[in-house]
C-alpha cells in the first residue's frame, strides 16, 4: 500500500502549524521592540509603531488559516509565504537596517515545508521587493546616513548588497532543502517497503489459520474489509485504518495452537472443547507481542482481545466497555457478522438482516454501542463486501 500522498500532506500539515508557531514567537518579539521603544531602551521613532503593528496582524494569519479554520492546501502556503515577503518590504521601508534580517526571514521559513519550489519562489518573490522597499525607504528618508542618502548610494551599498546575501542564503536554503527533500522520500519508500513485507507476512500467516481451521474461503478478507469499514466511519487517518484492516487478518493466529480435531469438529463442541477453544486469544497474543513492526503490534491486541465483551465477560481477561482496544472491538464485530452470515461445518448461514439484528441486539453487552450504531450506519458498505468476497 502506497500512502506517499498521505504521508506528504500530513508533513506540510504539520509545517503549516510550526509556520503559525514561529509566527507568533516573532509577533511577541516584535510587541517586546514596542515595549523596549515606549521604556526608551529604543529609540527608533514614530514610524516603528504603524510597521509593527501591521507586521504583527500580517503574522497571525497563519494562526488563523492553519490552526483556527485548519485549511492546509497549496495555495494557503503560497498565500502565507506572499505575505511574509511582503511584511519585510513594509518593514525595511520603515525601518531600514533596524530589522535588516528580516529580508531574509520569509525565505528561511520557506525551508519547513521542505520544497525547493517554494524556496524558489519566496527568493524570486523576495528580491523585487527587497529594491522597492530599499527605494521607498530613500523616498521617505528613513536613512540619514552616507552613502545611502543618494539613489546611487542606496543601489551601490543598499539594493546590491542585500541581494548578494539573499541569493547567498537561498542558495543555502536550496541545498539544505534539497537534502531534506531526499532523505523524505527515501524515509516514505522504505516505510512503504516495510509495509509490503509486513503484509506479505500476515497474508501468509492468515492463509496458514484459514486452512488449519477449514474456514470459508474469504473469511479473513471479509473481516479485514468490514474492520476498514468501521475504522474509515471512526474518521480514522487512511494509514491507520490500512494498519488496523490489515492486522485484523491475524486475530485468529492463536488457533494454530488448537487441534485440528477441535477446531474441524462438524458438532457442537463440548464445554472441555470449548475452554480450549477459548484459549487461542490468549495464544495469538503469546504468537505475535514480540514480533517487529506497528502492524505486528496492533494485530497481537487485537488477537488478545477480540473476544472480549463490553459488559465483561469475554473470552479471558474480563475486560469491560472503553478497556477493550478500539481496535480489537471493531473486529470484534466484523468477525461475529462473517461468522454469522457464512455457511460452516457446524450451522448454516444466517441472513444479512437476521445478523444485523442479532448484532445490534447486542449493543452494550458483547458489542461496544458506539461502534454498533457505525455498524447499522454503514451496513450497505458490509453487504458491499459480502458481495465483493463471496464463498465459493
Known amino acids: 500500500m502506497d500512502f506517499t500522498d498521505y504521508l506528504i500532506q500530513n508533513f506540510n500539515a504539520e509545517a503549516d502549524h510550526r509556520m503559525a508557531l514561529i509566527c507568533r514567537v516573532m509577533m511577541a518579539l516584535m510587541s517586546l521592540v514596542i515595549v523596549l521603544n515606549l521604556m526608551g531602551i529604543f529609540k527608533i521613532g514614530a514610524m516603528l509603531y504603524p510597521a509593527v503593528l501591521f507586521s504583527i496582524a500580517v503574522m497571525f494569519i497563519p494562526t488563523i488559516l492553519y490552526d483556527f479554520l485548519h485549511v492546509s492546501s497549496k495555495l494557503a502556503r503560497y498565500f502565507t509565504l506572499t505575505l511574509m515577503v511582503l511584511m519585510s518590504g513594509v518593514l525595511y521601508a520603515f525601518l531600514s537596517y533596524h530589522v535588516i534580517i528580516m529580508l531574509v526571514f520569509p525565505v528561511a521559513v520557506s525551508c519547513l515545508y521542505c520544497d525547493r519550489t517554494s524556496v524558489l519562489y519566496t527568493t524570486v518573490l523576495s528580491l523585487p521587493v527587497m529594491v522597492a522597499s530599499h527605494l521607498a525607504a530613500f523616498a521617505l528618508k528613513v ?17 546590491l548588497p542585500r541581494a548578494i546575501e539573499l541569493i547567498a542564503i537561498s542558495v543555502i536554503c536550496l541545498s539544505v532543502t534539497s537534502k531534506l527533500q531526499r532523505l523524505i522520500s527515501t524515509l516514505i519508500q522504505k516505510n512503504n517497503e516495510l509495509y509490503g513485507e509486513q503484509q506479505t507476512i500476515v497474508n501468509a500467516l492468515a492463509e496458514m489459520v484459514e486452512s488449519r481451521s477449514k474456514e470459508t474461503g474469504h473469511h479473513i478478507k471479509r473481516v479485514a474489509a468490514y474492520t476498514h469499514v468501521l475504522c474509515m466511519a471512526l474518521e480514522l487517518p487512511p494509514e491507520e485504518c490500512w494498519k488496523v484492516s490489515v492486522a485484523s487478518m491475524l486475530h485468529d493466529v492463536g488457533k494454530l495452537e488448537v487441534p485440528k480435531r477441535i477446531l474441524q469438529k462438524p458438532a457442537r463442541l463440548t464445554p472441555e472443547e470449548f475452554d480450549r477453544i477459548k484459549t487461542h486469544s490468549g495464544c495469538g497474543y503469546d ?59 457446524y450451522k448454516e448461514a444466517w441472513s444479512p438482516e437476521d445478523a444485523r439484528a442479532e448484532i445490534l441486539s447486542q449493543a452494550g453487552r458483547q458489542f461496544n454501542p458506539a461502534l454498533t450504531a457505525l ?6 458498505e458490509f453487504l458491499a463486501v459480502m458481495q465483493r468476497y463471496p464463498d465459493s
Open 143 to 159: 536613512v540619514p546616513d552616507e552613502p545611502l542618502v543618494t539613489l546611487k548610494g542606496v543601489l551601490l551599498y543598499g539594493v
Open 287 to 345: 504468537l505475535l507481542k514480540n514480533s517487529p513492526g506497528e502492524i505486528m503490534q496492533i494485530a497481537a491486541v487485537i488477537a488478545q482481545q477480540h473476544h472480549e465483551r463490553f459488559d465483561g465477560t469475554g473470552y479471558q481477561l474480563g475486560l469491560k466497555g472503553d478497556q477493550i482496544d478500539l481496535y480489537a472491538a471493531c473486529v470484534s464485530i466484523a468477525d461475529v457478522f462473517d461468522a454469522l452470515v457464512s455457511k460452516r461445518c
Open 375 to 380: 455498524f447499522d450506519q454503514h451496513f450497505d
